[in-house]
Structure formats: C-alpha cells, structure tokens
C-alpha cells in the first residue's frame, strides 16, 4: 500500500476521529487539557507505527502536562483503538507536540491589534482634519 493511497487516507481520517473521541471523552486523566484536539494522524503503510499531532491550546505547562498524561495513558488508548477499529494489526502510537492552531490563534489577535490601532489611527487622523477645517474657515 502507498503511503497516499485511499485506503490509507481513509484510515488515517478514521484513527484521527477514533483517537479525537478517546481523548476527549474516555480518559478521565487530569493532566489531559480539556482544550487538546488532535491535528493530524499518519499511520504507516504496514499499519504498525502512528504519528498522532495533538495541539494544546494553552500555555507551556498545559502542554507538558498533556503529553505526559497522554504517554502514560498510551496502553489505554491504543486498546481503545484497537477495539473500535477492526485493523489488521493496531499502530503504536507516537504523540508529536503541534503549536500550529496556537500559533495561529496567536498571529489573528496580533492582526487585530495592527488593525484596531490603524483604525484608531484613522478616526484620530479624520477627526484631526474635521476640527483643522473649522479653525481655518474662521
């Protein structure tokens, strides 16, 4: 099987959704962050071996926390993917730490800050104008 063929498309989208479902609802670690969703799953042709990304929205003690919680309870999940998807063989699993949604999050509130002071700017710039017109006409 190729590394991009359907098949294992589909398979890496149903192990994305499956392992979404699992941290979000069956394990009842508090380390896990409420706020962890997973990025992307790739799963190796032969089905043996499974890179998950996981992104934590918080700060850098929310995601120590989380990965440590998700690494000991990797026994856990991977019986749960085992027994909710009929594979030939269940992938270990391999957690990788992705900050690309906190990354994001954190460029659109820099964007709104440029825009909001720019168009604060602006607003100062026009009212400038209106009150400079008034004083010349005099």
Known sequence: MRKNSVKNTRINGEVQRVLAEIIRGDIKDPRISPLTSVVAV?????????KAWISVLGGEEARKSTYEGLKSAEGYIRRQLAQ????????????????SIEYGVNMAHRI??????????????????????DNNEE
Do not use: W
Request: charged letters at 35%; one cysteine or more; aromatic letters at 4%.
């Open 42 to 50: 790739e799963v190796a042709p032969d089905l043996k071996s499974c």
């Open 84 to 99: 909710t998807i009929n594979l030939r063989n269940t992938p270990d699993i391999t957690f990788i730490m992705d900050q």
């Open 112 to 133: 709104d800050e440029v825009v909001g002071g720019a168009a604060e700017e602006d607003e100062a710039f026009e009212n400038e104008d209106e009150t400079s017109g």
